[in-house]
């Protein structure tokens, strides 16, 4: 068959997929956006609702707890809908979501907070079985895709909430109202998706239990550190400078610096792992050195550097974010242990990373200022160092009641 004669074939084949693409770099773009757009608008909501720093907390807390409580049940939608008819469903109600909070209320807030979190928790778990569904031989070079735009989503969120804000006389519900608009976007995206029918499901099997593996828990310990990091951050890390004395429109600038070095992370962490494949502690001890050294910037002289302390941070939660998903896929034993391992994971770090605006923001009430929420994080910053070496190699993760037979 001629080259010619295969093209029509070949394009007719590749369609769907670069409608899957499409709508998955959507998706992808809906599901950081509404948590990172409340950082910079926090001190006018706790302002003009009264709030105090742990009410305000609660509003980034809320989803984490979603996350990890959604984390182990998100798979069985996804197996009763379908994987394209459940991200659909979750992107409409993420929708309702942040139409609820633009409202204003404080009470409407949280019920929309919740409704986001549930939709956010179920795009989380159910998106890396599409990529693996739907383009099985380009998984990591897509999952690297949807991670770089899910940061882009982030960023964006960050840089546009103060200027869209402004924009409409210092109300602050339009930005979070303009986060439903990428929803809206998204969902009617992801409708011509339905047309395809999806892969027949594998046979059903137990789920692999992992929870007497040592390993297992020192690696959820890993993801949930950096997490507890990246989302107290997002939450704080504005006030925290708009406190020490620097203006609204650059607290927001800097909060923008963080999630956007984060970017080219997600590609050179993997990248560098891969390249030390026989010293990983070595290539995972070096990525931990950005966070370290920007925590303890942060924390000394906030005001001497602060555009080097936030690309420090944001550079290396963007790396350990990225590690935290290589793991799971390597120390796996093989594919059913390291989605099992990815839902233990999610499950259990969220949970630990929900602890950490709330609790932030109750220490600042307690202290009324930030240096005891600081050094808070930064001991955060040390364990997530601790464990990612420990994590880093070792023999292959089982589930209970197998043995390990190999270095991976």
């Not at 369609?15 to 950082?39: E, K, S």
């Not at 969120?157 to 339009?174: E, K, T, Y």
């Not at 339905?194 to 929870?211: D, M, Q």
């Not at 464990?387 to 089982?398: F, L, N």
Request: hydrophobic fraction near 55%; proline fraction near 6%; charge should be positive.
């Amino acid at each position: 068959m001629s080259p010619s004669s295969r093209a029509p074939g070949a394009l007719r084949r590749s369609g769907p997929l670069l409608g899957f693409l499409a709508a998955l770099m959507l998706l992808a773009a809906n599901m950081r956006t509404g948590i990172v757009v409340l950082g910079p608008l926090a001190d006018g909501i706790g302002q003009d609702l009264n709030l105090d720093a742990a009410a305000l907390g609660l509003l980034t807390t809320l989803p984490l707890l979603c996350f990890a409580v959604l984390s182990l049940f998100a798979p069985r939608l996804g197996d009763r809908l379908g994987l394209e008819r459940a991200l659909l469903m979750v992107l409409w109600l993420l929708l309702a979501g942040l139409i609820a909070r633009a409202f204003g209320f404080y009470w409407l807030m949280v019920a929309g907070t919740l409704v986001m979190g549930a939709a956010i928790a179920v795009m989380n778990v159910l998106t890396p079985g599409l990529v693996r569904q739907r383009f099985p031989h380009r998984v990591a070079a897509v999952t690297a895709l949807y991670s770089v735009t899910m940061s882009c989503g982030a960023s964006a969120a960050a840089a546009l909430a103060v200027p869209v804000r402004d924009l409409f006389q210092g109300d602050w519900r339009w930005p979070l109202a303009a986060s439903g608009v990428v929803a809206l976007v998204g969902a009617l995206a992801w409708l011509p998706m339905l047309r395809f029918k999806p892969s027949r499901a594998t046979v059903a099997l137990p789920r692999p239990s992992l929870w007497r593996q040592r390993d297992a828990w020192i690696l959820s310990l890993f993801f949930g550190s950096q997490s507890l990091l990246f989302y107290t951050l997002t939450a704080w890390l504005a006030k925290f400078y708009v406190d020490t004395g620097v203006s609204e429109a650059e607290a927001g600038r800097l909060l923008t610096l963080f999630t956007i070095t984060g970017m080219p992370a997600n590609f050179l962490a993997p990248l560098l792992f891969a390249l030390l494949r026989r010293r990983r502690r070595l290539a995972v001890g070096l990525l931990q050195l950005p966070p370290l050294i920007g925590m303890v910037g942060l924390l000394a002289a906030p005001l001497t550097a602060p555009v080097l302390w936030v690309v420090l941070l944001g550079f290396g939660q963007g790396c350990m974010i990225a590690l935290g998903l290589t793991l799971m896929g390597v120390r796996g034993a093989d594919a059913r242990v390291s989605a099992g391992l990815s839902g233990m994971c999610q499950s259990l770090g969220y949970l630990l990373a929900a602890t950490g605006p709330v609790t932030l923001g109750a220490l600042y009430d307690l202290s009324g200022d930030w240096l005891l929420p600081m050094w808070l994080l930064m001991g955060v910053t040390v364990t997530q160092a601790v464990a990612g070496v420990r994590v880093a190699e070792g023999p292959p993760i089982q589930a209970d009641g197998a043995t390990a037979s190999a270095e991976r």
